[in-house]
């Protein structure tokens, strides 16, 4: 099936600063997806992006397809932003998979 | 008004019970899902199920069936627990069958713990 590899596993900031969280995936998509689990459990979906660039508030995100990699970006980090952030991908027979996730902290 | 809902939010049990798990959706959707999220925090997809049938049955124990009354809904029963069953079970839904080019809404998740 298809891989999915996140990086960097983990990532502690200082409020305020910004971050870039990688996305590789092992062959072509046709749904990327970013999602946030906050500390108390939840799936929070940020952005659905196969392809191109997107915003939404401090939080961007852009996958270059024929390239296989995903790009998610946080600027003015706060520290509700803490928690994990997971790429996950279809590629295959084998629904959305999920890579093991980036875990953010970020200290006041 | 929650779009994917399970319920209970928690569930503790000693091994040997059984019990199940339940999820319903409003969006619409043609497929439902069961995911396991194990203590390393690695999510992985259990079955999936696309207007009540059966189309993703990954390498599970077969204590664990799940149910799809109606396309609304996706209900997961664990037969025999198990204290490696303990986990967070997120039930997801999505417009269309698993492969294709629309996202996946997920639930708040069930967090599972066998003594």
């Known amino acids: 099936g298809i891989q999915v590899e996140q990086s960097p596993p983990d990532l502690i900031l200082q409020e305020g600063a910004n971050s870039t969280l990688r996305c590789n995936f092992s062959d072509s998509v046709n749904n990327l997806q970013w999602f946030h689990q906050n500390p108390w459990g939840q799936l929070i979906n940020l952005f659905y992006?196969?392809?191109g660039t997107k915003q939404n508030g401090r939080l961007s995100a852009t996958t270059v397809a024929t390239e296989r990699y995903s790009l998610l970006y946080i600027s003015s980090s706060q520290t509700t932003d803490s928690g994990v952030y997971f790429c996950?991908?279809?590629?295959?027979?084998?629904?959305?998979?999920f890579g093991k996730g980036t875990h953010l902290i970020i200290q006041p | 008004d929650t779009a994917v809902s399970q319920t209970p939010k928690y569930l503790v049990t000693q091994m040997g019970n059984d019990k199940s798990i339940k999820c319903e959706q409003n969006l619409g959707h043609d497929t439902m899902y069961w995911y396991k999220q194990d203590s390393k925090k690695f999510l992985k997809i259990m079955f999936s199920y696309n207007n009540k049938e059966l189309i993703i049955n990954e390498t599970v124990p077969n204590r664990f069936s799940p149910k799809s009354p109606d396309k609304a809904h996706l209900n997961l029963h664990i037969n025999s627990l198990e204290l490696g069953d303990s986990a967070v079970y997120f039930c997801?839904?999505?417009?269309?069958?698993?492969?294709?080019?629309?996202?996946?809404?997920f639930g708040s998740g069930t967090r599972l713990t066998v003594v």
């Open positions: 997801a839904s999505s417009q269309g069958p698993p492969t294709g080019p629309w996202g996946y809404t």
């Open positions: 992006i196969p392809s």
């Open positions: 996950a991908v279809v590629g295959g027979a084998d629904g959305l998979t």
